[in-house]
């Protein structure tokens, strides 16, 4: 009975945790909850020009060995709460050397990785990339079409979001070898060649029946 007495007694003062810990913000007359969120948003160019979409899929314009390609990340602060101390990174993919943007690149990890600093309610903050495909002699032999994923992910003591975007390669094939064409020229070269050939065996047909 002792037993049964001490695990409500337990069981009563979780309840009256929980419950101070539910009132301690919203009530009425208490201080609003505070919210933490973030958005990150994780954008690629389309090839030669400068509008940013999310996505790149086979059907659209595709990028060429040694070409650069340009990224946009946006982190923005959607909490209640200022975020201090933000971090940033960019995971990137195999095939693509970075040129320009923000934080150091780690040639092992392939990460480029950023302090964002501190947040205000509602602010953000873009940043830009551009990287260089690798040429045609470096990328996959077996693939003359294919795609690739770049990351990208922020983070804070409380929360943290991330966002990709995708963008394909197409290889260049090379011309096969030109062949010469047999045209009337040509048509003209080898009756000529005839003519001579028949010439020439009718001569020395002639030659030998008169050797005889």
Known sequence: MKKIFALLAIV???LAVTVSVSASCGGQYESP?????????K??????????VDNLSVSDPRYKPSEFVMFKVTIKNTSTTTFGGMTAKDFVPAYLT?????GTFDSTSRIISWDAGA???????????????????NLPADQG???LVNKAQAW??????DDSSQFCIEKQVAAPPKVPSAGPEMGLLLFTGEILALGTGIYMNYKLRGNK
């Open 43 to 52: 954008m690629v160019a389309k090839p030669g020009t400068s509008e940013y």
């Open 98 to 102: 970075p040129i320009e943007g923000p």
């Open 145 to 147: 079409l294919f795609c």
């Open 12 to 14: 009563f003062s979780l």
């Open 33 to 41: 909850c505070q919210s933490y969120s973030m958005l990150v948003d």
């Open 156 to 161: 804070s003591n409380t929360t943290t979001d």
């Open 119 to 137: 947040f205000a309610v509602d602010e953000q903050k873009t940043y830009y990339f551009k990287m260089q495909i690798n040429a045609q002699a």
